[in-house]
């Protein structure tokens, strides 16, 4: 077995709770080979003892598998100084007094991650609690539409950025700054970094709870993220269609790995909702669903479920992640957020924005 042998194996192991390789992380510094005796230098950038232990345990499980080698040497940087003195301590990630940070993710883009966090973010502000809402979507950022926002956001004197106030929180995205989407050759270490800048840039102030809408996937800025920040806790978002698919399970073991507890799954785009008004005391009669008896002010609201409903329920008890509920497609939904208001404010009594409420609600349960 040569050098690039090694290295194709070693990139079967990955970081533990993510989806991306020790190789891809820069992680193995020097393979040396002198006959069947190997040696090799890996550089692990934590100082979480088990995460190493765990990296060491699984490079060496993989050589031993080839039975190709007589010895197999494994050399470990030494740990990062744990910021016990204030002299050694890095400059903080987090700007402000926050009491909770809170992830909202998703296996995959277009699940409605970026609408749950904004409207979840929405409702915990209309329960009066100060917050804030960070859009950490670097490929892509939508808060920006979703909360109308098209201002340009103030720098402070020390050159930290101040959260735009809009919808009764503190918000505050890539798109702001970038403008757009950020190129995409910005792969890897310098999207960690930018993201911990942007972190660092952003003045927060005083805040109950800070949203985080994280990129899709698990990828660098998760573990960017789960390496400096104390997360309260976790918010996976999903469609029906994804619940048997290992995205949630791949999104609630990384979390779990780095000890940061999973709230639960939201099951966004379950069935579809139609809300409406009818005149002249007319009555609906929908093929297949049978008839719709508006009330005495001609309103009605109808859900149809497209596919089979309690999956999602189902699938979450499978996956052992508690399931936080459902949220219907709805054309508020879209027709709010093109419009950049959430359906929590625009909409306040419909029956999606009860939907994020009850979320909040059992966001609210979860911090206390
Ligand atoms: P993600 O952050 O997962 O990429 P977004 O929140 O940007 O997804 O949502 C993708 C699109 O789906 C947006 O146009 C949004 O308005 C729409 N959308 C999200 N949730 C719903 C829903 N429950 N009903 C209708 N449209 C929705």
């Not at 720098?155 to 929180?169: F, N, Q, S």
């Not at 995205?247 to 790995?257: H, I, L, N, P």
């Not at 359906?343 to 609210?364: I, K």
């Amino acid at each position: 077995m040569n050098k690039d042998q090694i290295i194709h194996l070693l990139k079967s192991v990955n970081y533990p709770g993510f989806t991306r390789d020790i190789i891809s992380f820069g992680m193995v510094k020097n393979i040396s080979l002198d006959d069947r005796n190997l040696t090799i230098n890996l550089n692990i950038t934590t100082a979480k003892d088990d995460v190493r232990k765990t990296i060491v345990a699984d490079v060496r499980n993989v050589l031993e598998a080839t039975k190709e080698f007589t010895d197999i040497n494994i050399q470990v940087s030494d740990p990062p100084a744990e910021a016990t003195s204030t002299a050694e301590a890095p400059a903080p990630l987090v700007n402000g007094d926050i009491k909770h940070i809170v992830a909202v993710a998703s296996g995959k883009g277009g699940v409605g991650k970026s609408t749950v966090a904004a409207n979840l973010a929405v409702a915990m502000a209309k329960k009066g609690y100060k917050t804030g809402l960070l859009d950490l979507d670097i490929y892509g950022p939508s808060l920006p539409i979703i909360l109308g926002i098209n201002t340009t956001p103030k720098i402070t004197d020390e050159k930290k950025l101040i959260p735009v106030d809009v919808h009764g929180l503190k918000a505050m995205s890539f798109g702001l700054i970038s403008g757009n989407k950020a190129p995409t050759i910005w792969r890897g270490p310098l999207v960690s970094k930018m993201t911990q800048q942007f972190f660092r840039d952003v003045e927060w102030g005083n805040l109950d709870i800070l949203i985080l809408d994280l990129p899709p996937g698990t990828g660098d800025i998760h573990l960017t993220l789960t390496q400096h920040i104390q997360l309260s806790g976790a918010i996976i978002v999903t469609t029906p269609q994804d619940m048997a698919l290992a995205d949630v399970q791949k999104g609630a073991d990384m979390f779990r790995k780095v000890n940061v507890p999973v709230y639960g799954v939201v099951e966004n785009m379950s069935g579809l909702q139609i809300e409406g008004t009818v005149t002249n005391n007319a009555q609906i009669d929908l093929k297949g669903v049978g008839v719709i008896n508006p009330d005495e002010n001609g309103r009605f609201s109808l859900r149809m479920d497209l596919f089979k409903r309690g999956g999602g329920l189902k699938e979450s008890k499978r996956l052992g992640v508690p399931f936080l509920g459902e949220i219907p497609i709805s054309s508020e939904i879209t027709t709010a957020s093109d419009e950049g208001t959430p359906v929590v404010s625009a909409y306040p009594n419909s029956t999606s924005a009860r939907c994020y409420h009850d979320l909040a609600n059992q966001l609210e349960g979860f911090l206390s």
